[in-house]
Structures are given as structure tokens and as C-alpha cells.
């Protein structure tokens, strides 16, 4: 996967960082992790099916494959449990994510720069649905980074799947490693503002690696409560443990503007339901979704009698 991504990069502007990516993420991929070899014999297995193209079908990333064995193909990819982002088909195989990421897609898709040829990153990509989606909207590259091996894992699997993989990689790296040179056109971050300690350091780092007149598309936690400027949980929220700052809309545009984006505008705001986000048997023994992060007596509370979970998508240029 690595040196199709070389070969991919150096015939765009990322010829300029490729060779560092890929030094990180080989000392990322060499990690001291017990379950690589599970994670390797998964996809070794996985490499005996059929392949096929690639194609968005809603809900579903489809991969056209024939004559799969569903069986083996599904015990295989449970070896990469749990499944949060999807929903993908493979063959008559539905593997149903716990999330059903057309419906962030969509609300968004509609609104931003097209991404025909543009060099796009996809901060915290998870297994790369979107990075795909990217990819498969013509993108001349979409590259995905997220630190979590599993799902670097993950991506690889589907990719071992399609025949003629379209321009998208996701390499196993944090926001923070990425060099600060101004080469991409598009940047995503979703999911991924919440988890930072210093919100104003990762809008910076988001800044550093966009292009003059780039976009930014970011999509995060806020709340809807009269006069409250943001929420800093002191435990948990929604049964997570590393969620650090919830902002009003209003604070999120001043940080937005305090970093100096130019034509902030809000997208969306969409409280999340459990169609959105389910339990499936993709995710593993931990079954919990949605349902059981919320007060069981009032769905606008988490269990934790915060304001439930609630997105908005931002986008702004540079
Ligand atoms: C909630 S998931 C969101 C996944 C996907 N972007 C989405 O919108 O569904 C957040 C992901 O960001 C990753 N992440 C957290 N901090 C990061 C950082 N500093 N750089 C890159 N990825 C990060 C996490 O490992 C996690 O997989």
C-alpha cells in the first residue's frame, strides 16, 4: 500500500512530503502492537476473493465483486473489529458500520469547492469511507491520516477488495506530524476537533497544511443552550472519555475567525439519531451505541445530563 502511494504522490504536489509520510508511517506500521499478526492473517485471507470496482451506492461504498464467499469474507473482516465507520457492501455482503456515513456525506457534499482534481486530506479519517468518497468524486488525491492502526487496518482490507483502487490512502499518522507546507486543496476534519486539548493549535495545524484560498470543512460537537458559550466535560461525555470542549455555534465561528478563516459559513446542524448511529453485529463484543450513551428517561440528555450529541459542519477558506 505504501509504495502505491508513492507511486500515486509523486505525480502531484505531494512529491514534496512523500518520502517523510511514508518514513512515518513505517515506524508507525512497526509498532509493538500484539494484534498486527491477527490484523495481517485477516487480510492475507481476504486477498483470496474476487475483486471489484468501486462505486458509491447509498448508504453503501460497493464493491461490485462476484462469486464471493460470503462466509469466509465475513469471518475475515470481523478478525477488524469493530466497524464504526461504513456501511460498505462487498459483493451480497452488507458490512453495516455503526455508522452510516452517507448521511454526514450528503448533508455536506452538496455545499463544497468539487473535489475534481483537487490534492485533499481527510484529518482522522478512521477506515477511510470518506477518504473513498473523496477519492471517488475525482479527486487527484485524497489522502486519509489517522493515528489508530486498527483502522488503517481496515481501510486496507476493503482496498484488497476493489479492483483498480482509486487515488485514496490512509496512512497511520497524526494532524500533528503532518509537514507544515500549504499543499493541500481541501481539508476535512470531522470528528476530530473534540478529542484536542488545544482546539486553536489543531485550526492552526488544519491552516498550515491548506493551500492559499483552500477549504475547510469541519464538522464537531456543539450546543444549543441559551447563553452557555461552551461545555468542558469533567468526565466522561456520551460514555467517552477524551471529548475536551463542546462550543456554542457562536463560538465556534469566533474560533474560526481567531484563526483567521476567511468566509466562514455553517452547513448543518444535525442532532444525532439512532439511525445515524446503531448497534450492528459489526461492532464487536461492546455493543454499545447511541441508545445507551443517552439518558434512558429523556434523549436530549447523555447519561451523563449533558446536552446530547449534537453536530455542526462548518466550512471556511484560508
Ligand atoms: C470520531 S472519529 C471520526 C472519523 C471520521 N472522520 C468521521 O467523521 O466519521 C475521530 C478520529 O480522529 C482520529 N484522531 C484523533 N486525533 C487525531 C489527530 N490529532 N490527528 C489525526 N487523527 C486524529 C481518531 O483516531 C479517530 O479515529
Same mark, same amino acid.
Request: charged share 20%.
Given at each position: 500500500?505504501?509504495?502505491?502511494?508513492?507511486?500515486?504522490?509523486?505525480?502531484?504536489?505531494?512529491?514534496?512530503?512523500?518520502?517523510?509520510?511514508?518514513?512515518?508511517?513505517?515506524?508507525?506500521?512497526?509498532?509493538?502492537?500484539?494484534?498486527?499478526?491477527?490484523?495481517?492473517?485477516?487480510?492475507?485471507?481476504?486477498?483470496?476473493?474476487?475483486? =471489484? !470496482?468501486?462505486?458509491?451506492?447509498?448508504? &453503501? @461504498?460497493?464493491?461490485?465483486?462476484?462469486?464471493?464467499?460470503? *462466509?469466509?469474507? /465475513?469471518?475475515?473482516?470481523?478478525?477488524?473489529?469493530?466497524?464504526?465507520?461504513?456501511?460498505?457492501?462487498?459483493?451480497?455482503?452488507?458490512?453495516?458500520?455503526?455508522?452510516?456515513?452517507?448521511?454526514?456525506?450528503?448533508?455536506?457534499?452538496?455545499?463544497?469547492?468539487?473535489?475534481?482534481?483537487?490534492?485533499?486530506?481527510?484529518? =482522522? !479519517?478512521?477506515?477511510?469511507?470518506?477518504? &473513498? @468518497?473523496?477519492?471517488?468524486?475525482?479527486?487527484?488525491?485524497? *489522502?486519509?491520516? /489517522?493515528?489508530?492502526?486498527?483502522?488503517?487496518?481496515?481501510?486496507?482490507?476493503?482496498?484488497?477488495?476493489?479492483?483498480?483502487?482509486?487515488?485514496?490512502?490512509?496512512?497511520?499518522?497524526?494532524?500533528?506530524?503532518?509537514?507544515?507546507?500549504?499543499?493541500?486543496?481541501?481539508?476535512?476534519?470531522?470528528?476530530?476537533?473534540?478529542?484536542?486539548?488545544?482546539?486553536?493549535?489543531?485550526?492552526?495545524?488544519?491552516?498550515?497544511?491548506?493551500?492559499?484560498?483552500?477549504?475547510?470543512?469541519?464538522?464537531?460537537?456543539?450546543?444549543?443552550?441559551?447563553?452557555?458559550?461552551?461545555?468542558?466535560?469533567?468526565?466522561?461525555?456520551?460514555?467517552?472519555?477524551?471529548?475536551?470542549?463542546?462550543?456554542?455555534?457562536?463560538?465556534?465561528?469566533?474560533?474560526?475567525?481567531?484563526?483567521?478563516?476567511?468566509?466562514?459559513?455553517?452547513?448543518?446542524?444535525?442532532?444525532?439519531?439512532?439511525?445515524?448511529?446503531?448497534?450492528?453485529?459489526?461492532?464487536?463484543?461492546?455493543?454499545?451505541?447511541?441508545?445507551?450513551?443517552?439518558?434512558?428517561?429523556?434523549?436530549?440528555?447523555?447519561?451523563?445530563?449533558?446536552?446530547?450529541?449534537?453536530?455542526?459542519?462548518?466550512?471556511?477558506?484560508?
Amino acid at each position: 500500500m505504501l509504495s502505491d502511494f508513492y507511486k500515486c504522490a509523486t505525480s502531484t504536489q505531494l512529491d514534496l512530503i512523500c518520502t517523510q509520510l511514508i518514513n512515518l508511517s513505517t515506524r508507525a506500521f512497526n509498532a509493538n502492537n500484539g494484534n498486527i499478526p491477527k490484523w495481517e492473517q485477516a487480510i492475507e485471507q481476504i486477498k483470496t476473493q474476487n475483486t =471489484g !470496482s468501486l462505486d458509491f451506492i447509498t448508504p &453503501y @461504498l460497493n464493491i461490485s465483486a462476484h462469486h464471493i464467499n460470503n *462466509l469466509t469474507l /465475513e469471518k475475515s473482516l470481523k478478525q477488524l473489529m469493530p466497524w464504526r465507520k461504513g456501511p460498505y457492501q462487498i459483493g451480497n455482503l452488507q458490512l453495516n458500520s455503526e455508522w452510516r456515513g452517507d448521511m454526514k456525506w450528503h448533508r455536506l457534499i452538496p455545499h463544497i469547492k468539487p473535489l475534481k482534481d483537487k490534492v485533499v486530506l481527510d484529518v =482522522g !479519517s478512521g477506515n477511510g469511507y470518506f477518504t &473513498y @468518497l473523496m477519492a471517488i468524486s475525482g479527486a487527484e488525491i485524497a *489522502l486519509g491520516i /489517522e493515528p489508530f492502526l486498527l483502522f488503517n487496518y481496515q481501510f486496507q482490507a476493503i482496498r484488497t477488495l476493489i479492483n483498480n483502487p482509486p487515488n485514496a490512502f490512509v496512512l497511520p499518522l497524526l494532524l500533528e506530524e503532518m509537514p507544515k507546507r500549504p499543499l493541500f486543496d481541501t481539508v476535512f476534519s470531522m470528528g476530530v476537533l473534540y478529542h484536542q486539548k488545544n482546539h486553536r493549535l489543531h485550526l492552526k495545524q488544519l491552516k498550515d497544511v491548506m493551500k492559499p484560498d483552500g477549504e475547510l470543512i469541519l464538522e464537531t460537537f456543539i450546543i444549543d443552550l441559551e447563553k452557555v458559550e461552551k461545555i468542558i466535560p469533567k468526565g466522561r461525555y456520551s460514555k467517552m472519555r477524551n471529548v475536551y470542549c463542546l462550543p456554542s455555534v457562536n463560538t465556534l465561528h469566533t474560533w474560526l475567525e481567531d484563526a483567521e478563516f476567511k468566509n466562514i459559513k455553517l452547513l448543518d446542524i444535525t442532532k444525532t439519531t439512532s439511525k445515524e448511529q446503531r448497534t450492528t453485529h459489526w461492532i464487536g463484543n461492546n455493543t454499545q451505541s447511541l441508545k445507551d450513551f443517552l439518558d434512558p428517561n429523556n434523549s436530549d440528555l447523555t447519561i451523563e445530563g449533558l446536552p446530547a450529541p449534537r453536530r455542526a459542519i462548518f466550512i471556511c477558506q484560508k
